[in-house]
């Protein structure tokens, strides 16, 4: 009887009355996680590999960018040193940064909006043409030596394409030199480069179109859009966002990342480095002088330019049908 009015207060209040302690961030997410195990299970191979070969690399070359390492030494850390150098000391990165906010300020858009267009334009067609002009659009990018078509067209002696044609039509009387003049090298590999872009961005516009609802269509014709730009603002685009900002981040990446065109037309290195880009900068420094610390840096300024520019068209994009 005594231990029975001895009886703590709050375990003798009903349930429905006790006082519900509030939880903590850690506590809801532990719960959520649990609740969610079996996706976690599921993902866990894709998010293991995708922390070993692309988060874990990031990070490294973050750290030796502030390293002096030559491959052969332990890395010694030199600070911001690298830094310095490259944007206080290295002119030939300086070019290199220009032309690629150049050749990304130009080709990025430019390609953007011809791949979403041919898209538009192919979608319409019926199911044959339409997957031979996919086909047909896409093939420059999945060729092999590609690149032989344009130096033949360039070539610098009377044999080439454009200057056999411009002697033909007394525009010219002797051959140019086109991968060898400096001012034709940059508008020449935009040029290429744009012939290229109808890639993997193409084809995930193509997808996105198929994939809309045909009723928001006959939705939006009773709602008041009347022509097909309204449609193509206010329903095409907001329905196939997922594949606008793909698009996005394939197109601002190729753009930033350009290197192969150059090297393969205008050489390695080109006259007065005239094509030189960040990451043919990062390919000498990276696997010719094996500088792999001041490498690091350039590949960190390359990082923060394509992630700062791709988080500024996601916000864009974002917009799109409002």
């Not at 909006?113 to 990018?141: D, Q």
Request: charged share 15%; hydrophobic share 55%.
């Amino acid at each position: 009887m005594h231990n029975a009015g001895l009886q703590d207060p709050e375990t003798a209040m009903p349930a429905a009355v006790r006082p519900v302690k509030p939880q903590t961030w850690r506590s809801r997410k532990l719960a959520e996680i649990k609740a969610s195990k079996h996706s976690y299970i599921l993902l866990a191979p894709y998010m293991i590999l995708f922390t070993l070969f692309t988060v874990l690399p990031v990070v490294i070359s973050m750290i030796l960018s502030f390293t002096y390492f030559n491959m052969l030494e332990f890395p010694r850390f030199v600070g911001w040193d690298n830094y310095t150098r490259l944007f206080l000391e290295d002119d030939i990165f300086l070019i290199a940064l220009k032309n690629t906010l150049l050749f990304a300020a130009i080709t990025g858009p430019i390609s953007y909006l011809a791949c979403f267009l041919f898209a538009w334009v192919i979608n319409e067609l019926g199911p044959r043409m339409r997957a031979f002009m996919t086909l047909i659009f896409y093939a420059p990018s999945i060729s092999g030596n590609v690149y032989f078509i344009w130096l033949m067209i360039f070539s610098g002696d009377r044999y080439g394409i454009m200057n056999g044609m411009l002697i033909k039509l007394g525009i010219i009387l002797e051959p140019i030199q086109w991968l060898k003049t400096e001012a034709f090298i940059m508008p020449i590999i935009i040029l290429v480069q744009l012939w290229l872009s109808l890639g993997t961005g193409f084809l995930a516009f193509i997808a996105g179109l198929q994939t809309v609802d045909k009723t928001l269509y006959e939705a939006g014709a009773v709602d008041g859009v009347r022509n097909r730009w309204q449609e193509l603002w206010y329903i095409t685009l907001p329905s196939m966002r997922p594949q606008l900002m793909f698009g996005a981040v394939i197109q601002l990446t190729t753009s930033f990342a350009v290197a192969d065109v150059s090297i393969a037309l205008a050489g390695f290195p080109s006259v007065n480095y005239a094509a030189e880009t960040i990451v043919t900068h990062l390919i000498d420094f990276g696997t010719t002088r094996f500088e792999m610390g001041f490498a690091s840096a350039i590949a960190t300024v390359l990082f923060i330019l394509m992630v700062g520019t791709n988080l500024i068209v996601q916000k864009l994009l974002r917009k799109v049908g409002e």
